[in-house]
């Protein structure tokens, strides 16, 4: 069974950055995909970025060219690189992993606060 602990959440200003952190633990063998999903309040959760151990990334259209997703294998880590934040990123942020079977677990989230 996979843990995740997720860090780098806060409150930052429009146009500034912030890199969120999900660490994995326990079971990490069998991890496929690992990606960041956000809710904001009165929304769904959508999919932020992805990214498969083949290292090939997906990315939310409203995220593309502000966003980076990366993954340090050795360290069992998955980043999110936020820039030009927006009021609009506003959100909990969870880090999420698929295992080799299809089964994602999921953290309990970070909040990230842009304000304006």
């Known amino acids: 069974q996979v843990q995740l602990v997720e860090s780098g959440g806060g409150l930052v200003q429009a146009g500034g950055s912030l890199r969120l952190s999900c660490a994995a633990s326990?079971?990490?063998?069998?991890?496929?995909?690992m990606a960041w999903y956000r809710q904001a309040p009165g929304k769904q959760r959508e999919l932020v970025a992805g990214?498969?151990?083949?290292?090939?990334?997906n990315y939310a259209d409203s995220v593309k060219g502000r966003f980076t997703i990366s993954r340090d294998n050795g360290k069992n880590t998955v980043y999110l690189e936020m820039n030009s934040l927006k009021s609009e990123d506003t959100a909990v942020y969870y880090c999420?992993?698929?295992?080799?079977?299809?089964?994602?677990?999921w953290g309990l989230g970070t909040q990230v606060t842009v304000s304006s």
């Open positions: 990214i498969f151990t083949s290292g090939s990334t």
């Open positions: 326990g079971g990490i063998f069998s991890i496929n995909a």
């Open positions: 999420a992993v698929e295992d080799v079977v299809g089964l994602w677990t």
